[in-house]
């Protein structure tokens, strides 16, 4: 996503125009500062001091879905739209597609401020061809924590041996719906959808997945932590690479990181809330991790419950990243079927603030990476996005040098209104609980995030910098006029 230059910010530079254009450059960066907050779809938090936003891809289509096939709007692979689902129906949006390569289409679900939601709420993605035939569907629940929070679900059109049905050339259609097996739904949800394609292989691959592997829990990494901000959604998760990471979170909030696992590697990952300075009593479902693989398919949960003593979640032992799991039985082992960014979304539920006090509360997270790593399977085209089943040089140096970049990038902090308020927890995992895009081809870079970074920039500080720029300007027009 290209950002276009002001003219009067580019005269600033050249040093050709007085305050006129450090007024110019203010305003340009405070119609940034406020325009992009309202991406962000707000989260209620009973109890909480503010709601926490969903930062969505600041790239993304904004889409309206179709009550039926009639009208559905298409959506094209390596690129993420923004859309809405109402409490009661259905929304469709179509895909054209070919005989040989594979669709993957998350959504990702975000219940509105307010909203009062049970542990059965869900979100439902179903891929069907033209004649309504069924390809694959996935559902994703709010889960025990019955807080709201961010949730994605996916489905697919899958091509290749061992595949039966939806293999024709053709229309089809994607079909997003609420899901609650006890009560009404929980009002309309704002939706981010994500749509990658995965060519065919240039020879066929086997159809059984992999045999024996390391499935023994791996110790949690030890070491000092590093401090690194969690964004707010998937477009402005914060890279970790192996290591020990800290951050803080707040009741009611969702943190998503990333992390690169190549071919043949074998992720682990531990998260660890401190414990609290204050209150009593205890929270079944306190903390949910979360794992999504590159298209945004959920993998696996792990969750803890708070009674204000340190606790962990830990996800059970994944097998290493492998293009054959896909046909192994079961979300878990079949997620690994590529290599990419593999997310790790943290919530804290809402109903920790009523016993022990807004936070922030300390996150601990503990990424390891075992295996040596492969080479990736041969592909006939290239996928869409063209990097999302490979790991870069530039992801591995993200990854490790993900701290400096959010900070002179965005991260993730730039568009969280919640954050650590301020307050960093100490270094020791204790205290705290009582205080206080993808662009639009799909490339994983920096851009998205600069312009998440302006967006969290503060009106006051903006006008400080404004005020810099308009001295500085003044200056160098006297030194023009006496120059000339």
């Known amino acids: 996503m290209r950002r276009r230059t002001e003219p009067g910010c580019g005269a600033l530079r050249r040093g ?93 679900a975000v219940p509105g401020a307010g909203a009062a939601v049970s542990s059965s709420d869900g979100l439902k993605v179903s891929v069907q061809d033209a004649d309504g035939t069924l390809c694959s569907s996935g559902t994703t629940h709010v889960g025990p924590t019955q807080s709201p929070h961010p949730i994605a679900a996916w489905a697919a059109r899958e091509t290749g041996p061992g595949t039966y049905v939806c293999r024709r050339a053709g229309v089809y259609y994607v079909v997003v719906e609420q899901r609650d097996l006890s009560a009404p739904a929980s009002g309309d949800w704002d939706l981010e ?29 030890a070491g000092d932590a590093t401090r690194r901000e969690g964004g707010a959604g998937f477009a402005t998760a914060s890279a970790l690479g192996q290591g020990v990471w800290q951050d803080a979170i707040r009741p009611g909030q969702t943190l998503f990181y990333k992390v690169p696992v190549d071919w043949g590697r074998q992720l682990s990952a531990t998260a660890e809330l401190g414990g609290s300075t204050g209150g009593s009593g205890y929270v079944g479902t306190a903390m949910v991790m979360s794992l999504y693989n590159p298209v945004r398919a959920h993998v696996d949960d792990a969750d803890a419950g708070y009674s204000g003593a340190r606790a962990s979640a830990a996800l059970d032992p994944l097998p290493p990243v492998e293009y054959a799991n896909r046909h192994a039985v079961g979300s878990r082992a079949s997620g690994m079927r590529f290599a990419g960014w593999y997310y790790l979304a943290v919530h804290l539920g809402a109903p920790v ?23 990736g399977p041969a592909y006939a085209g290239r996928p869409s996005p063209r990097d999302v089943f490979e790991v870069t040089a530039a992801d591995r140096q993200e990854a490790e040098a993900g701290a400096e970049a959010g900070a002179e990038e965005g991260g993730g902090g730039g568009d969280r209104a919640v954050g650590t308020g301020g307050a960093v927890p100490r270094a ?29 920039i503060g009106t006051g500080s903006v006008l400080v910098l404004g005020l810099a720029l308009w001295t500085l300007a003044a200056r160098r027009h006297v030194r023009g006029g006496r120059a000339g």
Do not use: H, I
Not at 195 to 219: C, D, F, I, K, M
Not at 354 to 371: A, K
């Open 353 to 375: 603030a009523d016993r022990f006090g807004q936070g922030p509360f300390t996150l601990t997270l503990r990424v390891r990476l075992s295996g040596t790593p492969a080479s």
């Open 16 to 108: 050709r125009t007085p305050a006129r254009a450090a007024v110019a450059l203010c305003t340009a960066v405070l119609g940034v500062s406020v325009a992009l907050p309202a991406r962000a779809a707000t989260v209620a938090m009973p109890g909480a001091a503010a709601p926490a936003p969903y930062a969505f891809d600041p790239g993304a289509r904004t889409v309206a879905g179709a009550t039926g096939t009639a009208g559905a709007v298409r959506l094209d692979p390596g690129r993420t739209y923004r859309s809405s689902l109402p409490a009661d129906g259905k929304r469709y949006y179509r895909l054209d597609l070919d005989a040989t390569a594979t669709a993957y289409v998350s959504a990702t």
């Open 193 to 221: 959808l994500d749509y990658v394609s995965e060519p065919a292989l240039r020879q066929p691959g086997r159809t059984v997945p992999p045999g024996a592997w390391n499935s023994a829990a791996p110790q949690p990494l």
């Open 428 to 456: 020791d995992g204790d205290g705290g609980g009582g205080s206080g895009s993808r662009s639009e081809g799909g490339g994983r870079d920096s851009r998205a995030m600069k312009l998440v970074a302006v967006g969290g």
